[in-house]
């Protein structure tokens, strides 16, 4: 064997068995905290929360104190008690939020946190949730930059093990959001729109290498492509489907749940594998004939691209099921949400990257170890497809 096809055996293995044990297809244990700035007075800012139910009412009870709201929200919860919970306790509730989150004016004092108004259960992408509005009062505003920090979940209750806090702000003229986590906990509005985006960018990057389930999706396309150009095509046609659904959420005009979604994208990544292993006895036929076994007809070409079409719909909702986009989200959030797309798919370009080349030269040096692999491959994504949705049909996962 020659040493550029032990070289590509080499990436490609490498390259499969990091994909393979990098992240659990569970790996996305998330919570998203949605908090909207504006502007109460000259000096006070206003933020209406929006905190899952469950998981507010668990780290405010223990880290507040307050078993009797740990009990009434998630050990014996009464349906349609949920508002009622609430208002008897809004001070352990108050307590934990001003505590996690705080605002400043940037460079002086921290702002004082007050309860402004009830909090309203509601559901949102068929997740409980709390929504509440809290008054900082500042000693200084006009003219101000605020520091805003965020350390929202996760607590000892163990039920997460991130959080993304999503902020939208408009203060003292100045309009924009950001993404705040365990990594970068904090912002001022005074940041450049670069930094804002760069954040959201790097958030798509970090959801499409923590999620293994999209890699799987796209190796199978990588493996079921014999040309750059087939590649190519699938995934911009991959990228365009899922670009149309993800702003589409983001508008608020489509809306899946995620229990219906996940499935599908299980359900794709097996499909895609699938199809690949089921033309691997055509391309062996056409091999002994004597005829190109890279070259598909235009009918299964075209086939194989709206299947692809038709799965990056699904995909797309996927990705904007992992901030739980809805119809509340503004313009300017818009923008920012379209960087996450531009990271997710810097990261997507970067597997094909790596992963084609090696695959292209081992087919053309060594066509029957080149099979093998891939039809191995193919064999694993397969099996982890199935078994996610098996799984996620049954809510395991």
């Known amino acids: 064997m020659r040493v550029a096809s032990r070289i590509a055996i080499l990436v490609l293995l490498v390259t499969a068995s990091l994909l393979l044990t990098a992240v659990p297809a569970d790996a996305h244990v998330t919570t998203v905290a949605y908090a909207d700035l504006t502007a109460a007075s000259t000096t006070d800012v206003r933020v209406v929360f929006d905190l899952q139910y469950q998981l507010l009412s668990a780290s405010a009870a223990q880290t507040q104190n307050d078993p009797g709201l740990f009990a009434a929200a998630i050990e014996h919860p009464r349906q349609g008690a949920e508002n009622a919970v609430l208002a008897d306790h809004a ?82 003229g100045r309009n924009g959001s950001a993404a705040l986590d365990a990594a970068h906990p904090q912002f001022t509005t005074a940041q450049a729109w670069t930094d804002r985006f760069a954040e959201f960018f790097l958030l798509g990057a970090e959801h499409l290498l923590t999620g293994i389930d999209h890699i799987l999706f796209l190796v199978a396309l990588i493996i079921g492509s014999r040309r750059l150009r087939d590649v190519v095509l699938a995934a911009t046609c991959f990228t365009l489907a899922h670009s149309i659904t993800f702003l589409l959420a983001a508008l608020g005009l489509v809306h899946v749940p995620s229990r219906v979604v996940e499935p599908m994208i299980a359900l794709s990544i097996a499909a895609v594998a699938a199809a690949y292993l089921w033309g691997v006895r055509p391309r062996r036929s056409a091999r002994a004939a004597g005829t190109d076994p890279r070259a598909p007809s235009r009918s299964a070409a075209a086939v194989r691209l709206g299947i692809v079409f038709c799965f990056g719909l699904v995909h797309g909702l996927g990705f904007a099921s992992a901030l739980n986009i809805q119809e509340p989200w503004s313009w300017t959030l818009l923008w920012s949400l379209l960087v996450f797309n531009v990271g997710i798919e810097a990261v997507q370009l970067t597997i094909i990257a790596i992963v084609f080349p090696p695959l292209m030269l081992l087919r053309r040096r060594e066509p029957r170890t080149a099979l093998v692999l891939s039809a191995i491959t193919a064999v694993v994504v397969l099996l982890f497809g199935l078994g996610w949705t098996v799984q996620r049909v049954l809510g395991l996962g």
Do not use: Q, W
């Not at 004082?112 to 929504?131: I, L, M």
């Not at 101000?144 to 999503?166: Q, Y």
């Open 91 to 172: 001070t352990a509730i108050l307590a934990y939020t001003a505590a996690r989150f705080t605002v400043a004016v940037d460079g002086g004092s921290r702002c004082v946190p007050h309860a402004d108004g009830p909090a309203a259960f509601h559901s949102r992408d068929a997740t409980d949730y709390a929504r509440f509005a809290v008054r900082y009062a500042c000693r200084a505003g006009h003219g101000n930059a605020f520091l805003v920090r965020s350390a929202l979940f996760p607590d000892t209750e163990g039920m997460v093990k991130d959080t993304k806090t999503i902020v939208t702000y408009a203060l003292e």
